[in-house]
């Protein structure tokens, strides 16, 4: 991580944010990093509650809209930015943190990339649900419940009968029954579907946004491009939205690509030089 306080020439902050499941140190927030600080950016790579080498500093786990946890982090990021611009930049799960964390609190980022990122909860589970995605479906619950059942704090009784006992979760949205919707207050896996997915707000007042992209590819297997489709037929001011037809999701690989980068990648720094 290269500090701006330390005085070295930058063009700006970025906070960047890992997906569902994930860290500071998957390969493909660690390739976005390398991208930005290469374009001239400095990088702060966030772990969210109870991910990664975050996970013995705090209890519980996080969820598409933690307000209470992100906007402290971004209040001290703006704060550590001093005159530079604050950009934030996320990942999957990461980039719909940040822009619930931006329709809650508006002013606190200077540009805001969100990059394959869900914006209907409800639709993304559906998706994820398909058979295709029966295999990456398993995988990925296996680390949410492991992740769950690490903590170092503990966790109920009641949590460790929900992912052990016979009627564990088999999909993620009964893992979000179980654990992420009664942690964060919600009275059902649908009352937080709703609230946490940012589109509805999005499309009822984008005032106080930031200048915004959003890339998104149609070949998306887990995250529907339904979301970013919707947006881009609304023509939001301020907002940027790039759709391909392949690149999977958070893919964007293209022939000749470097393997520490990704045509993706270039993207997100080329957009962000032109908002500083």
């Known amino acids: 991580m290269v500090d701006p306080s330390f005085g070295g ?37 966030l772990n969210l509650r109870g991910a990664g080498p975050g996970r013995p500093l705090a209890p519980g786990t996080y969820s598409a809209r933690c307000d ?69 479906q398993s995988w990925l619950l ?56 940012p589109l509805p707000r999005l499309l009822a007042s984008s005032a106080g946004l930031p200048p915004s992209l959003l890339l998104h590819a149609l070949d998306d297997p887990w995250v529907p491009a339904s979301g970013a489709q919707v947006l881009a037929q609304h023509a939001l001011p301020s907002w940027e939205v790039v759709l391909t037809a392949r690149g999977g999701h958070n893919g964007f690989h293209g022939v000749g690509d470097d393997p520490l980068s990704c045509w993706g990648d270039q993207l997100v720094a080329s957009w962000l030089k032109r908002q500083g």
Not at 17 to 28: A, D, F, K, N, Y
Not at 33 to 39: F, P
Not at 142 to 168: I, N
């Open 9 to 45: 020439a930058t063009r700006g902050l970025v906070l960047l944010l890992h997906g569902l499941g994930g860290s500071s140190e998957r390969e493909g927030l660690r390739r976005m990093g390398l991208s930005l600080q290469a374009a001239g950016f400095s990088v702060w790579r």
């Open 68 to 136: 209470c946890d992100l906007l402290p982090v971004l209040e001290r990021a703006r704060q550590r930015a001093g005159s530079l611009p604050l950009f934030g930049v996320g990942i999957s799960l990461g980039g719909t943190m940040l822009l619930n964390a931006c329709l809650a609190s508006p002013g606190l980022l200077d540009a805001l990339v969100c990059t394959s990122s869900p914006l209907d909860l409800a639709r993304c589970s559906q998706q994820i649900e398909r058979p295709r995605n029966r295999v990456y």
């Open 142 to 197: 296996r680390r949410l419940c492991a992740q769950t059942l690490a903590d170092p704090f503990g966790v109920s009784d009641a949590e460790r009968r929900a992912l052990q006992g016979p009627d564990r979760p088999r999909t993620i949205r009964g893992f979000d029954a179980a654990i992420t919707a009664p942690r964060w207050g919600y009275g059902s896996v649908d009352d937080y579907y709703r609230e946490a997915s």
